[in-house]
């Protein structure tokens, strides 16, 4: 299974962004995904997860009503939606894969089996 990230960029504190998630590669079904993040000097954190059915989400406190997940299963893909950005969010950005059955929203890193190069968000105040 191959992730592949995009959307990154430069935004405005206030401003917004959406990330997408492409999977590709042996899956024969969807996967739980999840979103992480890691800052320069900082160890990679949980962002947002989804699962596989799409009726489980999860956010870390402090994106919950900025961001939002979404997935687009004909398209294999998970959306991160983000909006009123600031300047702590600048990270890369790295989408995960679980590749449980169980139709769960991890969140913790271990929990995932597959990942993406990560794609670079800096929020300039």
């Known amino acids: 299974v191959q992730l592949q990230a995009s959307g990154g960029g430069l935004v405005q504190a206030g401003g917004s962004l959406s990330l997408a998630c492409t999977a590709s590669?042996?899956?024969?079904?969807?996967?739980?995904t999840g979103w992480f993040r890691q800052a320069p000097g900082k160890e990679r954190e949980f962002v947002a997860s989804?699962?596989?059915?799409?009726?489980?989400?999860r956010y870390t406190n402090s994106v919950k009503g900025r961001f939002t997940i979404s997935r687009d299963t004909a398209n294999n893909t998970v959306y991160l939606q983000m909006r009123d950005l600031k300047p702590e969010d600048t990270a890369v950005y790295y989408c995960a894969a679980d590749g449980s059955a169980v139709s769960r929203a991890p969140l913790t890193l271990r929990e995932y089996d597959y990942w993406g190069r990560g794609t670079l968000v800096t929020v300039s105040s």
């Open positions: 989804i699962s596989w059915t799409g009726g489980i989400t």
């Open positions: 590669g042996r899956t024969r079904r969807t996967l739980n």
